[in-house]
């Protein structure tokens, strides 16, 4: 059963950073791309970032400039790099993995880690 464990959430302050992991493992098939996605108390939760297996990148228009990912393929560890947090990206971070296994599409889901943006 494949599973994804996100770790790097907290307490940060306006203008700080953050660093968000997600490490993914028992995954059957292949990983045809990876996001992060993030929800707000009485929102719908977005998507922040996705990276494809080609490395493509992309961001939501609200954090572009700000925020980057980036994977680790030996380790199957997908980054959030977030700088420049603002009080409007508190929100709970979930990572998603899109995989194909003989041609059926499977979609995993972390818990999520909270984020916290506050002085």
């Known amino acids: 059963q494949g599973r994804l464990v996100e770790s790097g959430g907290g307490l940060v302050q306006p203008g700080g950073s953050l660093t968000l992991s997600c490490a993914a493992s028992g995954i059957i098939g292949s990983v045809i791309g990876t996001g992060w996605h993030r929800q707000a108390p009485g929102k719908q939760r977005e998507l922040v970032a996705s990276?494809?297996?080609?490395?493509?990148?992309n961001y939501a228009d609200s954090v572009k400039g700000r925020f980057s990912i980036s994977r680790d393929k030996v380790k199957n560890i997908v980054y959030l790099q977030m700088n420049s947090l603002n009080p409007e990206d508190t929100a709970r971070y979930y990572c998603?993995?899109?995989?194909?296994?003989?041609?059926?599409?499977?979609?995993?889901w972390g818990q999520g880690t909270q984020v916290t943006v506050s002085s």
């Open positions: 990276i494809t297996t080609s490395d493509s990148t």
């Open positions: 998603r993995a899109d995989a194909v296994n003989f041609g059926h599409p499977y979609t995993y």
